[in-house]
């Protein structure tokens, strides 16, 4: 009789990309951007001529801020998930 091949006990093998480190480095570089961005602004709101262009850095928050918000949803959710021991 051949063996199981998918015990139920196995542990979840998850990619590289998905992995908790991989997350906590994107989250401080989300967080590098952040900063660059929030200077992008102040700079383009000094200067008249660059006040049209304070959209760019403005895009670049928000998306900044959106990657670290489902970052920190998907660790919340993957830690809630598992058992306690």
Do not use: C, H
């Not at 139920?8 to 997350?23: D, E, L, M, N, Q």
């Amino acid at each position: 009789m051949p063996a199981d091949k998918n015990p139920v006990f196995r542990k979840v093998i998850i990619p590289w990309y998905k992995s908790t480190s991989a997350y906590i480095f994107m989250m401080v570089f989300m967080l590098a951007v952040i900063l660059f961005a929030l200077a992008g602004i102040s700079v383009a709101r000094e200067y008249p001529e660059y006040q049209g262009y304070v959209w760019v850095p403005a895009v670049l928050l928000a998306m900044s801020v959106a990657i670290i918000i489902t970052t920190t949803a998907r660790l919340i959710k993957r830690y809630s998930r598992k058992p306690a021991k």
